[in-house]
């Protein structure tokens, strides 16, 4: 299985969660890892995946507390969303239509924030060579690291991978959408073509 370069960026994520904060949404949480970590930052975290058999491995993880987890099987482009003071999409934006950002734009709190950690596709072909020479051996090596700690520690997590799509939108594209569609946002470039999408709610 490839590994996850996302659980990577989590402590970045965390450190985006606004002082106070109580309730959270976690769009595409997969088997739960980031909403455990926010459950037992003290967050009450609605958890929300189309698949039903991650979330069934994500409910049987259970919960760290002391917030709790309620895991909601539904598409995000089609549930009713309540009001969140922080609101997480990793690696989960490019599943659905982008505008899919202007309802969970709307579902912030006043001083809430939303964060998406998102896939921008190469937008040359220079920058395709770049992907497919440098990131096989640092795969690789990523690879080795996590099975040499999942044998120090137990042994493989027995969860399923999340599903994988393609991601169609380039940076400039991200840029150009995000800003006509949330106020305030802020965009960061990461490693290769990931993203970090921060706005928060006045």
């Given at each position: 299985?490839?590994?996850n370069?996302?659980?990577h960026?989590?402590?970045?994520?965390l450190?985006?969660?606004?002082?106070?904060?109580?309730?959270?949404l976690?769009?595409?949480c997969?088997?739960?890892?980031?909403?455990?970590?926010?459950?037992?930052?003290?967050?009450?975290?609605?958890?929300?995946?189309?698949a039903?058999?991650?979330?069934?491995v994500?409910?049987?993880?259970?919960?760290?507390?002391?917030?709790?987890?309620?895991?909601?099987?539904?598409?995000?482009?089609r549930?009713?969303?309540?009001?969140?003071d922080?609101?997480?999409?990793?690696a989960?934006?490019?599943?659905?239509?982008?505008?899919t950002?202007?309802?969970?734009?709307?579902?912030?709190?006043?001083?809430?924030?939303?964060?998406?950690?998102?896939?921008?596709?190469p937008r040359?072909?220079p920058?395709?060579?770049?992907w497919?020479i440098?990131?096989?051996?640092?795969?690789?090596a990523?690879r080795?690291?996590?099975?040499?700690?999942e044998?120090?520690?137990g042994?493989?997590?027995?969860?399923?991978?999340?599903?994988?799509?393609?991601?169609?939108?380039?940076?400039?594209?991200?840029?150009?959408?995000?800003?006509?569609?949330?106020?305030?946002?802020?965009?960061?470039t990461?490693f290769?073509?990931?993203?970090l999408?921060?706005?928060?709610?006045?």
């Amino acid at each position: 299985m490839p590994f996850n370069h996302n659980h990577h960026y989590h402590p970045l994520l965390l450190r985006q969660v606004p002082e106070g904060a109580k309730t959270a949404l976690d769009v595409g949480c997969g088997t739960g890892l980031f909403a455990r970590r926010l459950a037992s930052g003290g967050l009450d975290v609605d958890a929300m995946d189309p698949a039903g058999d991650v979330l069934e491995v994500a409910r049987a993880l259970g919960s760290p507390g002391p917030g709790r987890i309620t895991y909601r099987h539904e598409d995000v482009t089609r549930a009713a969303l309540g009001t969140y003071d922080f609101i997480s999409a990793i690696a989960s934006i490019h599943h659905v239509p982008f505008e899919t950002v202007t309802a969970l734009w709307k579902a912030l709190a006043p001083g809430g924030v939303l964060v998406i950690l998102g896939l921008a596709k190469p937008r040359s072909v220079p920058e395709l060579v770049k992907w497919e020479i440098v990131s096989p051996p640092l795969n690789l090596a990523a690879r080795i690291a996590v099975a040499v700690g999942e044998r120090l520690n137990g042994g493989r997590d027995p969860a399923p991978g999340p599903p994988v799509a393609d991601w169609k939108m380039t940076m400039p594209q991200v840029r150009r959408e995000s800003a006509s569609l949330l106020p305030g946002r802020t965009v960061r470039t990461l490693f290769f073509w990931r993203y970090l999408l921060i706005c928060r709610r006045d």
